[in-house]
Every structure is written in C-alpha cells, then in structure tokens.
Nanobody
Framework: QVQLVESGGGLVQPGGPLRLACAAS????????MGWYRQAPGNQRELVAV???????HYEDSVKGRFTISRDNAKNTVYLQMNNLKPEDMNVYYC?????????WGQGTQVTVSS
C-alpha cells in the first residue's frame, strides 16, 4: 500500500504565498519522480511541476519564476512553494509519485485565490 498525504491548501489573496506538502509512506521502495498537478472541474489534470530523485526539476510555463518545487528524500516529502498567486492558479492540486514505474496520486488539496 502507498499513501500520499497532502497538506497546505487553503484560501489566499491574489499575490500571496502558499506552500503545499505531500508525504509518501507505505511500500515506497523505488520512489523516483514526485510532482504536482492541478485540475479544474471539467478539465484535464495538468502538470504544474515535477522533481526527480536527484532534484532535477521541470515547470509548466505559467508558474515559472513563481512556484518552486523541492523534496526531502529523508522524509519522502515533496513541497510546492507558490508565490505571487493569481486567480487562475485556483484549482485542486494533486501530488503524484512514481514508484517502480507506476503513478500514485494524493487525494487533492484545494487552493483558492480570492480577495
């Protein structure tokens, strides 16, 4: 069994920061890439940022310079620091972990950007 537990979502004003965290536990031998995706109702889930086990990163263009993905391999945790949030960033954010070639997903955490 693999568990991905997300935390840190909530309400933030435009221009504000928010930090998401996702901790992986259970049978996670072979954990490699971790990342964050987001999905609005009726839309496809889209990549936000991913990070490899060696800390190589990739970002979706609209978040470059505003979001930073990082990980703590000792804690099997991935973080997403989101700065200068915009209303269009409002979404449900999902954590993803690739373990032995298979994708596992968290339950999702809501990020609301509103004044």
């Amino acid at each position: 069994q693999v568990q991905l537990v997300e935390s840190g979502g909530g309400l933030v004003q435009p221009g504000g920061p928010l930090r998401l965290a996702c901790a992986a536990s259970g049978n996670i031998v072979g954990l490699s890439t971790m990342g964050w995706y987001r999905q609005a109702p009726g839309n496809q889930r889209e990549l936000v940022a991913v990070i490899g086990h060696s800390n190589n990163t990739h970002y979706e263009d609209s978040v470059k310079g505003r979001f930073t993905i990082s990980r703590d391999n000792a804690k099997n945790t991935v973080y997403l620091q989101m700065n200068n949030l915009k209303p269009e960033d409002m979404n449900v954010y999902y954590c993803d972990a690739v373990i032995r070639g298979r994708n596992y997903w968290g339950q999702g955490t809501q990020v609301t950007v509103s004044s």
